[in-house]
């Protein structure tokens, strides 16, 4: 194991929402696409309309133009655990960070047992507090949760108290660099052993017209609300919103990554700008350190970086300032060229959030191999001197030089403070090719009814989007997520299987009547003789290790006492083995015994416990060996026994199961006089008769004279008849011997069809038990008066189940484990899928397909989002035009329409000190550069001479 200091860092789930794109696969597509999210603000943002439509105010603001996200009012409040009152007075800020980590920890599939488990920090980068203005101007508003709602240390606390982690957490504002910084002081937490894991993010949003227009009066922001990064025309910076957040951990050499890693953090490194040209001024040198400093905590020189996501505002002196600092540090690396480009020309600037928003812009690059093109026009800036150094501007999309394995991420704030990032790509090992073919489950659930179709939508979605085994996304979706109220599940073999399942409309079912806060009463079955066949549960019995393990137990007891192996039997070369299943009592009912023992295994490592059992015939050896009251060995031992003496009695018999009521059937056989007897009563038009064959052969051909249907028996015994009474008299006497112990769940009996006390199970019991017509129906009958709603067949076919279903219909659910001429790992995946639904806490151990399991990013589960906003918002009064009359103010799909600030004189072009603002523009902001340019170079050159 590594030490702390040693173990690399990696990002192992991430998360973000931008202005054009709800998620990182929107953000990727409209990087690569090249497009700009820049556009004026919708309806609901009423405080900005109403202060750009102001006489006074109006004149002020340069634009409103901006990279907005499409909905900032929208939570999910229940699911976060706040009431309405309170989400109403919450930050968006601290809405968004709760829901953007939600949809981290999914990426990741990190579940809250594995957070509990670890000990997690928190740190978020931070900024501006608008929500705060907009009711502190209107004091009326302002309540108890006023306060909580828009403290900037709960935009981590909060975090940490919903999650309940333990570990540090930090609201971090140096301004643009926050989050970039907050970083920073995650790695040195995890470095330093003081935290397992990290949640890192960053958030702004722009809801007040006073940063608008105090940014306005300080001639930053540009006309077109975009950020025209290395452009000759750069006038200014667009601003914009955005969260990102990432989960960082430590992974160790000697591990497997789990969960997957997206990237690692090679170095990150901080510094201050200290005593520059003005306090918002940038500082080359600086910029230059804090590069430096991070490629050599890396141990990288630069040509080891393939591409760096710069600050790049688009303002002509910051723009300046970075390229002539970049090409110091990259411009004279021989070999590959070092491409540079920024996510703010793309989406503007983020301020606190701007850093980990190009985090998650080169992590995507890392992933795709590709570099998206820089979405500004030539000419670029003429102090980008392509020609003279390695750096170069992607104007199309450009591979990742495949040697490269390197990103660098610039953020500086306002105000001085850098900061810098490498990240490394993961080497990702070799995956399944294809699909194995091989059928498997997908369960999902949601905490509201409506997500769980959203998120079977997404899912489909991204199967067709996506290749490889389906094993891996299983593993996600068993193990990697938490298991809500509302399930559904999907048993598929192929993608196309499971995109077919996952948009089929699943038509309603009436839910059983529980208590709340508990789960229905599980009764387990087990199948009689004649369902057995060869190769039943082979699939089990090759996948299963706790199926395989069950069944091997009682083969090799079954073998100490009839000299049989079942194992071979049931699963070796098929010749003769369906015959002697067939024909052969004994070994029929020892291999019926080792298959449903071998189930009960499985379906308890499952995690399914149940509150009775009922068996049918030899099933009920079965039942009372699970429960307890027999020992394996006893009831092996038992059940060998029984089947020898049942196999020794020689006569030719046959059974039918006629569809007629015990009464009518009763009569009919008292008129047709043959020596006919009652062997089950297995439901309420489900008899089951024994006898001499010939005997069973007339009453079938009045039977089919008087249309009542019936099915002959694959057997040659009239079980359950005074035949066997002299083999009962002798499996009485043998059974005396067994040691009985209290059970732990009880066991309805065939004898009479009531709950089995252990004191009765003596050597009586089990001779009357093959005499005696097997009381199924009364059984069934007594487990649901007992409250027992789910009757889970545990035998080779559904008999049971379907027998009960019959007879009580909606009020119940009856399943089977397997169903013949069917594969037996996808018949057991539907029960255990079945059982999901309705709501049991599995454990999916056993269905794992890789130790331990695989993990794989899938899209995050929708919540149930309602707008949620302060009541001293103008929203409803806002001067939009086109708005006015309207009674319901909608977000627009489309881009929204240009709306005109209230009419003020043209502006000069801006970003220029006021120094300077009296020269000519273009030659003020010439000088100024000029003159920056040359204090940077004096500083590299006192420290290159320390």
């Known amino acids: 194991m590594e030490s702390a200091e040693q173990s690399k860092v990696a990002v192992v789930g991430a998360a973000g929402r931008f202005p054009g794109a709800a998620s990182l696969e929107d953000y990727w597509r409209l990087l690569v696409d090249g497009r700009v999210a820049a556009a004026e603000p919708d309806a609901s943002r009423g405080d900005l309309w109403k202060a750009a439509h102001d006489p006074v105010l109006g004149r002020k603001i340069t634009t409103l133009r901006a990279g907005y996200l499409a909905d900032v009012a929208g939570f999910d409040a229940e699911y976060f655990s706040v009431s309405p009152r309170e989400a109403s007075k919450l930050d968006p800020q601290q809405r968004l960070l709760l829901e953007v980590t939600h949809d981290a920890l999914e990426d990741g599939g990190i579940t809250r047992a594995e957070l509990r488990r670890s000990n997690v920090g928190v740190f978020i980068g931070v900024g501006s507090s608008d929500y705060m203005s907009l009711d502190s101007g209107q004091k009326q508003h302002v309540d108890g949760y006023f306060g909580i709602g828009n403290s900037h240390n709960l935009l981590a606390g909060r975090i940490s108290y919903f999650l309940n982690l333990k570990g540090p957490s930090l609201a971090i504002d140096t301004a643009c660099s926050s989050s970039l910084t907050a970083l920073h002081f995650a790695m040195q937490s995890l470095r330093g052993g003081e935290i397992d894991m990290a949640i890192v993010g960053g958030v702004n949003v722009i809801l007040s017209p006073d940063l608008p227009l105090a940014f306005s009066q300080a001639k930053m922001l540009s006309p077109s609300g975009r950020c025209k990064t290395f452009s000759a025309d750069a006038d200014g910076y667009g601003r914009a919103e955005g969260v990102a957040v990432v989960i960082l951990r430590r992974v160790d050499g000697d591990a497997p990554a789990r969960p997957p890693v997206r990237c690692f953090i090679a170095s990150t490194a901080i510094n201050q700008d200290g005593r520059s040209n003005g306090i918002a001024a940038p500082n080359g040198a600086s910029q230059i350190r804090v590069i430096r400093a991070a490629l050599e905590r890396a141990r990288l020189s630069p040509a080891d970086i393939a591409y760096v996501e710069a600050h790049g505002t688009g303002t002509p002196l910051g723009d300046a300032i970075e390229l002539n600092a970049l090409q110091e540090v990259f411009g004279g690396t021989p070999g590959a060229p070092c491409f540079v480009g920024s996510a703010k020309a793309s989406i503007g600037h983020a301020e606190a959030a701007a850093g980990l928003c190009g985090l998650l812009k080169g992590m995507l690059i890392l992933e795709h191999g590709v570099i998206p093109p820089h979405p500004v026009q030539r000419p670029h800036a003429p102090f980008f001197l392509a020609e003279d150094c390695a750096l170069r501007i992607a104007e ?439 059982m999901y639904e309705l709501g049991f806490d599995l454990d999916f151990a056993p269905l794992g397909h890789a130790a331990p399991p695989g993990r794989v990013s899938l899209p995050a589960r929708r919540l149930a989002r309602k707008r949620y906003w302060t009541a001293s918002s103008t929203e409803a009064d806002a001067p939009v035009p086109g708005t006015e009359g309207t009674p319901e103010i909608r977000v627009p799909r489309g881009p929204p329409t240009s709306v005109a600030l209230a009419e003020r004189p043209p502006r000069e072009r801006t970003v220029i000190p006021d120094a300077v603002e009296h020269e000519e523009p273009g030659a003020a902001v010439h000088a100024l550069i000029e003159r920056q340019i040359h204090v940077m170079r004096q500083q590299l050159a006192l420290l290159d001479d320390q």
């Open 396 to 834: 199309q999309a450009q591979p990742l030089p495949g040697h490269l394995r390197h990103v660098g991420i610039s953020s500086f704030g306002f105000g001085g403070s850098n900061a810098h990032v490498v990240l490394e790509r993961h080497l990702s090992p070799e995956r399944v090719a294809g699909e194995t073919g091989r059928p498997v489950l997908f369960p999902l659930s949601s905490h509201f009814a409506a997500g769980l179709a959203e998120d079977a939508d997404a899912l489909a979605a991204h199967l067709g989007t996506s290749e490889g085994a389906l094993e891996p996304l299983a593993d996600t979706l068993m193990f990697a997520r938490e298991h809500l109220t509302h399930r559904r599940v999907c048993v598929a073999r192929t993608r196309a299987e499971a995109i077919k399942a996952l948009r089929e409309e699943r038509a309603s079912t009436t839910p059983l009547l529980v208590a709340p806060g508990e789960k229905p009463k599980v009764a387990f079955m087990f199948t009689g003789q004649g369902s057995q066949f060869v190769g039943m549960g082979r699939e089990l019995y090759e996948a299963s290790g706790p199926f395989r393990a069950a069944f091997d137990r009682c083969d090799a007891l079954i073998l100490q006492h009839a000299g049989l192996s079942v194992a071979r039997l049931v699963y070796g070369p098929a010749e003769g083995g369906d015959e002697r299943l067939t024909g052969d009592t004994h070994a029929a009912q020892l291999s019926l015994f080792a298959f449903e023992y071998a189930l009960a295994s499985l379906w308890t490592a499952l995690g399914v416990t149940p509150a009775f059992a009922i068996g049918h015939s030899v099933g009920e050896l079965v039942a009372h060996t699970v429960s307890g009251s027999l020992t394996l060995g006893d009831g092996v031992a038992l059940v060998h026994e029984r089947g020898r003496l049942m196999q020794s009695v020689s006569h030719d018999g046959a059974m039918v199961a006629v569809s007629m009521d015990l009464a009518a059937l009763t009569a009919l056989l008292h008129e047709q006089g043959d020596p006919l007897h009652v062997a089950a009563v297995n439901g309420r038009q489900r008899v089951v008769l024994s006898g001499e064959r010939r005997a069973v052969e007339r009453l079938c051909q009045r039977l089919e004279r008087e249309q009542v249907r019936y099915r002959m028996l694959r057997t040659r015994h009239a079980f359950h008849s005074p035949t066997f009474d002299d083999a009962a008299a002798r499996l009485t006497e043998h059974s005396r011997s067994f040691a009985i112990s209290a059970g732990a769940f009880p066991v309805v009996g065939n004898v009479d069809g009531a709950v089995v006390p252990s004191s009765a199970l003596g050597g009586e019991y089990w001779g009357r038990h093959i005499a005696l017509p097997v009381q199924f129906s009364k059984g069934i009958e007594t487990l649901t008066g007992l409250g027992a709603q789910v009757f889970l067949e545990l035998g080779p076919d559904r008999v049971l189940s379907q027998l009960v279903a019959a007879d009580h219909g909606a009020r119940v659910r009856a399943m089977s484990s397997a169903v013949r001429d069917r594969d037996g790992q996808e018949s057991l995946l539907r029960a255990v899928g079945a």
